[in-house]
């Protein structure tokens, strides 16, 4: 099984609907969340940083479940230049600063 | 955020040669930066880790004799590809970390090898 785990998709969706993304993570000593958004051929960039209580950026919300051990990103009213792979990424505790990239979730937003 | 460049963004080689690849953090020192790889439609995989002044730690499968690391000052790290075949060919990619947040990558560079 893998450390990290995301329905790798794809997910087709109207422009202006909401897609969820979900993400589970198997090591319980994780300490930092993250997601990221990579466009082809093009590198990954950091679009937010997830936390317990969850957190907010305009049309994006992320929010972590410790108990569940998974992490899910939000997107509503989404606009075509949404389409990207988004990745979920763990840092373990004692990993020496090494993040453990999920495989990413590949979104197509249509006119 | 923190800025991360790359040089060369695109690097055509023949078999046989070496190629090296510079990574720097431009505002931010990195005692710590990450080399990865990606094969088209995989996901990022972790060669190594550059420490400042020090080795750096490879994963395994990784060849250390063959993807050469240095990481001279805190803002930049080196990967020399010796002896690069047609199987090296793929998009390298690196990252630095700044506090405590996320990975910051630069734009990688796509190695073709004929």
């Known amino acids: 099984r893998k450390e990290v785990e995301q329905d790798p998709g794809p997910f087709n969706v109207p422009e202006g609907a909401t897609v969820a993304f979900n993400c589970t993570y198997s090591?319980?000593?994780?300490?930092?969340f993250f997601w990221y958004r990579q466009d082809c051929r093009k590198e990954p960039k950091l679009l937010m940083s997830v936390y317990s209580s969850g957190n907010e950026d305009g049309r994006f919300t992320a929010q972590l479940n410790r108990a569940s051990q998974y992490i899910s990103l939000l997107i509503r009213d989404s606009k075509l230049s949404d389409s990207a792979t988004y990745l979920c990424v763990v840092n373990f505790r004692d990993n020496a600063g090494k993040s453990t990239f999920g495989d990413g979730t590949t979104l197509t937003v249509k006119p | 955020g923190a800025v991360v460049s790359q040089h060369p963004s695109r690097v055509i080689c023949k078999s046989g040669t070496s190629v090296k690849i510079e990574c720097r953090s431009l505002?931010?020192?990195?005692?710590?930066m990450f080399w990865y790889r990606q094969f088209p439609k995989q996901s990022l995989m972790l060669m190594a880790t550059s420490n400042e002044g020090s080795k750096a730690t490879y994963e395994q499968g990784v060849e250390k004799d063959k993807f050469l690391i240095n990481h001279a000052s805190l803002t930049l790290s080196t990967l020399t590809v010796t002896s690069a075949h047609p199987e090296d060919s793929s998009f390298y990619i690196c990252s630095a970390i700044q506090g405590g947040g996320g990975q910051y990558f630069g734009p990688g560079t796509r190695l073709t090898v004929t």
């Open positions: 505002d931010f020192q990195a005692t710590t």
């Open positions: 090591n319980s000593a994780s300490q930092s």
